[in-house]
């Protein structure tokens, strides 16, 4: 379902608008009858999708379209009105409009074009946004194949996986835990990006205790790759999403590392987006990771 904010000074048509979207079962639409105050709105919950009005008081559909832009260059973005002008039309588009649709006729079919547009913005950004995605992990697995051949101390390795997560996943911040498999303590043994102090307020375990209930732990305890699309309302987050929000972690993912049969730590992806990881995502980072854990294993070997 499309989380969705429809902006309009009238707020009958808001209603009917409301209706109509979510009889079809796709949407989720809140209202605001302000693009000042929606745009305050916006920047604090995450929608999908815009519909907006173009005259209104204040702050005009153009002026608001604008403003979304500039924070939020595709967010899809879609002018409903009854002004039907052609030079309004032209200005709404070459401000970065998706669609622009005129008010009027019969409600069912204008609403029912007005979803289709919908439909239409919505699925072309998650397409261009998961190319993008994809094309990020696939420079991740490229570089990380050169990294086992060309380092060979341990250390230096895990530096670089890390480094790599960042500078060619574009994550925020990722980390490596090893596993004291006396106490079973994870402790942190590389990270790269924004981490300003983050790891410093951890305190994870692998056994199943409270300390273990965390992404980290469930995934080195469970054996496969974990992810949190929206830590600030996942349980599993409840212990790190404060010192994690004040950081803008908006998902994670953890995948297990392994030498033989045994499990001894994980990696630690965090994104500034919420709804960032999906599994074909993640079975990239597990493809990732399990380089990192080949390359650990013949490590073992070499000092045998």
């Not at 907006?52 to 608001?64: E, L, V």
Request: net charge negative; proline share 3%; charged share 25%.
């Amino acid at each position: 379902m499309y989380s969705i904010i429809y902006v309009d000074d009238e707020p009958d048509l808001l209603d009917i608008g409301k209706i109509f979207l979510e009889m079809t079962g796709r949407f989720q639409v809140d209202t605001m009858e302000s693009a000042a105050l929606a745009l305050e709105r916006i920047r604090t919950t995450n929608y999908e999708a815009i519909i907006s009005d173009y005259q209104m008081p204040g702050m005009d559909g153009i002026s608001f379209l604008k403003a979304i832009r500039n924070e939020f260059p595709d967010l899809p973005f879609i002018i409903f009105t009854g002004k039907g002008r052609e030079e309004v039309v032209i200005e709404a588009l070459n401000s970065g409009a998706d669609h622009y649709l005129q008010k009027g006729g019969d409600p069912q079919s204008q609403f029912a074009e007005l979803a289709h547009n919908i439909d239409l913005s919505v699925e072309r950004r998650r397409s261009k946004a998961t190319i993008i995605h994809l094309n990020r992990i696939y420079s991740m697995v490229s570089r990380m194949s050169r990294a086992m051949v060309n380092i060979g101390e341990r250390q230096e390795f895990l530096n670089e996986a890390c480094r790599i997560g960042v500078e060619e996943g574009k994550f925020l911040m990722t980390w490596i835990g090893m596993v004291d498999t006396q106490t079973q303590e994870v402790h942190p043994v590389a990270a790269c990006g924004y981490e300003e102090g983050y790891l410093s307020h951890l305190s994870i375990r692998a056994d199943n205790v409270p300390q273990g209930m965390g992404l980290t732990g469930i995934t080195i305890r469970e054996g496969h790759p974990t992810f949190v699309n929206d830590i600030q309302t996942d349980p599993r987050m409840a212990n790190y999403r404060s010192e994690a929000g004040k950081r803008g972690y908006r998902s994670s993912a953890g995948v297990p590392i392994k030498t033989g049969k045994n499990i001894v730590g994980a990696m630690r992806f965090y994104s500034g987006e919420t709804n960032f990881f999906n599994e074909q995502e993640i079975h990239l980072l597990q493809e990732i990771v399990d380089n990192i854990s080949f390359a650990l294993e013949m490590h073992e070997k070499r000092k045998l």
